[in-house]
């Protein structure tokens, strides 16, 4: 593939992305809710869950430094010491849902990235979460797979690159930042 047809391909596909307008409005209210936000993304996904964790703990709250009120952000893709320790132990899709069981409530808000739709511990971690009461926000590639049906809010683009998928997935990462700091101030 050329630069030009990759280019292109990625205009299509952002223009074909479609996502739940109420996933700007639930992370919004999540501060004053008091909702931890938790993240999960398995391979180059996990590489997005992390990156939308710093966006959303600082990049998303104007005057980070001064204000209190802050998003309250995990990755579930981070913590490489207990998620290998799950692996090993247990299974190697268990390692975020074993992850929730010692940190999310109730009401808590539950991000899933994967461009299939179809990992095992993704798909693990939306059932933990539904079971759970927990607000589930897939974010998915392809046909959206298990993750799509599983989750109540969801993001996805249509399409059968990974690559593609992930590029997408990162640009409404960002997207989601610059909504919730303008929102913040009033842009």
Same mark, same amino acid.
């Given at each position: 593939?050329?630069?030009?047809?990759?280019?292109?391909?990625?205009?299509?596909?952002?223009?074909?992305?479609?996502?739940?307008?109420?996933?700007?409005?639930?992370?919004?209210?999540?501060?004053?809710? #008091?909702?931890? %936000?938790? *993240?999960?993304?398995? +391979?180059? &996904?996990?590489? /997005?869950?992390?990156?939308?964790?710093?966006?959303?703990?600082?990049?998303?709250?104007?005057?980070?430094?001064?204000?209190p009120n802050r998003y309250k952000v995990i990755s579930l893709s981070s913590n490489i010491s207990y998620i290998t320790a799950i692996a090993n132990d247990e299974s190697y899709?268990?390692?975020?849902?074993?992850?929730?069981?010692?940190?999310?409530?109730?009401? #808590?808000?539950? %991000?899933? *990235?994967?461009?299939? +739709?179809? &990992?095992?511990? /993704?798909?693990?971690?939306?059932?933990?979460?539904?079971?759970?009461?927990?607000?589930?926000?897939?974010?998915?590639?392809?046909?959206?797979?298990?993750?799509?049906?599983?989750?109540?809010?969801?993001?996805?683009?249509?399409?059968?690159?990974?690559?593609?998928?992930e590029d997408i997935h990162t640009i409404f990462a960002h997207f989601l930042a610059v909504w919730l700091r303008e929102t913040a101030t009033g842009k």
């Open positions: 593939m050329q630069w030009n047809e990759y280019k292109e391909k990625i205009i299509e596909s952002l223009n074909a992305f479609r996502f739940d307008e109420s996933i700007l409005r639930i992370l919004q209210d999540s501060i004053k809710k #008091d909702q931890k %936000i938790f *993240i999960a993304g398995n +391979g180059g &996904s996990a590489s /997005i869950a992390n990156h939308l964790l710093c966006d959303l703990s600082k990049g998303a709250n104007p005057q980070w430094k001064e204000n899709a268990d390692i975020f849902k074993e992850q929730l069981i010692n940190l999310a409530q109730p009401n #808590d808000i539950l %991000i899933l *990235i994967s461009s299939s +739709g179809n &990992s095992p511990n /993704i798909v693990a971690a939306a059932e933990y979460a539904n079971k759970n009461g927990m607000i589930t926000i897939g974010i998915s590639g392809f046909s959206g797979g298990k993750l799509m049906k599983l989750c109540k809010y969801n993001a996805h683009i249509e399409g059968n690159m990974y690559e593609v998928a």
